[in-house]
C-alpha cells in the first residue's frame, strides 16, 4: 500500500500579517497532483491543520474543499486525520459524519474508555491496514492525574492495539502529535508548542507493532532516534524565518505484508521565498540597504522579507531607507528586528549569537549552497538524491556522536 504522510498544515496562519491563503492553495494543488500521480492508498495527516482552535472561515472552507477534490480526483483515496495542540478537537469534528462520506476519518479526542473509537481498518486487495490515529493527547484526556504523559501516550497504543484484529500479515501504523525525545526543535515556532511543560516522550512509547509511526507537531522532516519507520513530515512551507532552509516535504510511504518497504521525501515547491538580511553580523544600514537592491526584482510569486538592524543605527529615516531599496520588488515585510552588536552584548548573548551562526552551517543547507554553485549538479533529481543520501549520513553520524556522548 502506498501511504502519504504529512501534518502541520496551519490553514488560516498570518504570517508577520500577511494571509498565507494563497500558499496554502499552491501547496493543496500539488498535494492532489502528487496523490494521483503517485497512486497514493491512505492520506495519513498527522494534526495541526489549523493555526488556531477558531479558524477563519476560509480555512475550514479550503480544508473540506480540499477534500472533496482528492476525492473527486482519487475516488478509492481513503484519509486519515488526527487533531494536533492547535486543533479543536470538539470544532474539528463537527463535519465528521459527512467526511466519512468521503472516506475520510478524522479524529479529534481519544477516549480511554473506547479505544477502538481511534483506529481505522482499510482494506486494499489483499493488503490490510490497520490505523492508530491517536490525536493530541490534552491533560483532561489522561485518565489519571498520577500517570505521566508518556505512559499515557503508550497505553493509548497498547489499548488501541488490545481491542483490534491483526495479524503479522497487517500494516499497522501509528499515528501521533507530540514531541519525541531524539528530535530536533525550530526555535521560534515550535518552542510555545511543546506539551504544556512536558518532557519530550522516548521514542520506546511507539508500539513494536507498528510498521510505520506518522508523527506531526515538529516542523523540520525528520527521523526520530535515527529509525527509519519513526518520522516527522514537517510542515509544508516554513512557519518562520528559522525554519527557512528547511526542505519542506511529505513523505511518500510503501508497506506490505505488515513491514515498512521504502520512506521517499517529495519536495514541496517553495511558493514564497523567506529573506532574512543580513545573514550573519549585523551591518551598516547603507550596506544593508545595497544587499536589499540587490534582491531579484518582480518574482512571479511574492517573498518575505525581514532585516536586522543594529540598535546603534541612530538614524531617523532608516525605515525610508529601506522601504526605498526594496521599491519595486514583490516582497511582504516581515518587520525589522533590532539586534545588539557585540560589542554592546552580555557573553551570554554573544553565546547566542555564536550558536545562531551555527544554525546558519546546518548541514542541509551547506550541501543546498554547494549543489546551487555547481551547475554541473543542478539536475533536480540528482539533487534530491543526492540530499536524501546526505540526510542519511548526517544521521548517521549524529547517531554516532550521541553514542559517544
Ligand atoms: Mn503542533
Given at each position: 500500500m502506498r501511504l502519504l504522510h504529512t501534518s502541520d498544515w496551519h490553514l488560516g496562519q498570518l504570517f508577520y500579517e500577511h494571509e498565507r491563503i494563497d500558499e496554502h492553495q499552491a501547496f493543496l494543488a500539488w498535494l492532489l497532483t502528487q496523490l494521483r500521480e503517485q497512486a497514493i492508498d491512505v492520506l495519513l495527516i498527522s494534526g495541526?491543520?489549523?493555526?488556531?482552535?477558531?479558524?477563519?472561515s476560509r480555512a475550514e472552507k479550503q480544508f473540506y474543499q480540499f477534500i472533496e477534490a482528492a476525492k473527486s480526483a482519487c475516488p478509492e483515496l481513503q484519509i486519515v486525520v488526527i487533531a494536533g495542540n492547535h486543533d479543536s478537537a470538539k470544532r474539528i469534528t463537527t463535519a465528521e459524519s459527512l467526511l466519512a462520506q468521503f472516506d475520510t476519518q478524522i479524529i479529534g479526542h481519544y477516549q480511554h474508555q473506547a479505544p477502538e473509537l481511534s483506529t481505522v481498518n482499510i482494506t486494499k486487495g489483499d493488503e490490510q491496514c490497520l490505523i492508530l490515529a491517536l490525536p493530541y493527547l490534552r491533560s483532561?484526556?489522561?485518565?489519571?492525574?498520577?500517570?505521566s504523559y508518556s505512559t499515557a501516550v503508550q497505553q493509548a497504543y497498547t489499548s488501541m492495539l488490545d481491542n483490534s484484529e491483526f495479524d503479522t500479515q497487517t500494516n499497522v501504523i501509528a499515528m501521533g502529535h507530540l514531541h519525541a525525545r531524539g528530535a530536533a526543535v525550530s526555535e521560534d515556532s515550535e518552542r510555545a508548542l511543546v506539551i504544556g511543560g512536558e518532557d519530550a516522550i522516548g521514542?520506546?512509547?511507539?508500539?513494536?507493532?507498528?510498521c510505520y509511526v506518522a508523527l506531526g507537531h515538529l516542523h523540520k522532516a525528520q527521523m526520530v532516534n535515527s529509525q527509519e519507520r519513526i518520522r516527522y513530515s514537517g510542515?509544508?512551507?516554513?512557519?518562520?524565518?528559522?525554519?527557512?532552509n528547511y526542505r519542506h516535504q511529505c513523505l511518500l510511504v510503501e508497506v506490505a505484508d505488515g513491514a515498512l518497504q521504502s520512506v521517499n521525501p517529495l519536495y514541496i515547491p517553495t511558493f514564497r521565498k523567506l529573506h532574512l538580511l543580513p545573514e550573519g553580523e549585523v551591518v551598516p544600514l547603507t550596506e544593508l540597504c545595497q544587499q536589499l537592491s540587490a534582491l531579484p526584482d518582480d518574482n512571479a510569486q511574492p517573498g518575505y522579507i525581514r532585516v536586522r538592524l543594529s540598535?546603534?543605527?541612530?538614524?531617523?529615516d532608516f525605515r525610508e531607507q529601506i522601504d526605498a531599496a526594496l521599491a519595486g520588488k514583490n516582497l511582504l515585510f516581515c518587520g525589522i528586528e533590532r539586534v545588539r552588536s557585540q560589542q554592546q552584548a552580555k557573553q551570554d548573548e554573544v553565546e547566542f549569537q555564536d550558536l545562531s551562526q551555527l544554525e546558519r552551517l546546518d548541514a542541509d543547507h551547506l550541501l543546498s549552497v554547494a549543489l546551487e554553485e555547481h551547475s554541473e549538479l543542478s539536475e533536480q533529481d540528482l539533487n534530491d538524491e543526492i540530499k536524501t543520501l546526505f540526510s542519511q549520513l548526517v544521521a548517521d553520524v549524529e547517531q554516532e556522536l550521541s553514542h559517544e556522548d
Open positions: 495541526d491543520i489549523y493555526h488556531t482552535a477558531t479558524p477563519p483532561c484526556d489522561i485518565p489519571s492525574a498520577s500517570q521514542a520506546d512509547v511507539f508500539p513494536a507493532e507498528a510542515t509544508p512551507f516554513a512557519m518562520s524565518f528559522n525554519e527557512r540598535s546603534k543605527e541612530l538614524s531617523t
